[in-house]
């Protein structure tokens, strides 16, 4: 499996955030052909006490091939337009690969 994760500090309006966040960003990237799970976390602290990160969502892709393709459809483009519209400041992307599959 491979996972796109999002990683977005903490927002001046965590308000604001979260109704765009979970009432129009989430449902669009959920459309996206290939996404075989989303995870979304609220982060909480961290073993060091204050971070400056505030939610992190994971969204896997049987195969880095599945991956391409599907960030190459309207529905990623939609989604990828509107994050940048709303979190471009804030959000940090990675791509990781599962290792204990």
């Known amino acids: 499996?491979?996972?796109?994760?999002?990683?977005y500090k903490t927002p001046e309006d965590k308000e604001a955030f979260d109704k765009h966040y979970f009432e129009v960003h989430a449902p669009l990237t959920a459309k996206i052909p290939g996404l075989r799970e989303m995870k979304v976390s609220k982060i909480v602290g961290s073993p060091m006490g204050k971070t400056d990160y505030y939610l992190q969502c994971e969204m896997y892709y049987d195969s880095h091939e599945a991956f391409?393709?599907?960030?190459?459809?309207?529905?990623?483009?939609?989604?990828g337009k509107d994050?940048?519209?709303?979190?471009?400041?804030?959000?940090?992307?990675?791509?990781?690969e599962d290792v204990n599959e």
Do not use: C, R
């Open 68 to 79: 391409k393709a599907a960030m190459k459809t309207d529905e990623a483009k939609a989604s």
């Open 1 to 7: 499996m491979v996972k796109l994760i999002a990683l």
């Open 83 to 96: 994050l940048m519209g709303f979190a471009g400041h804030l959000v940090t992307l990675l791509i990781g």
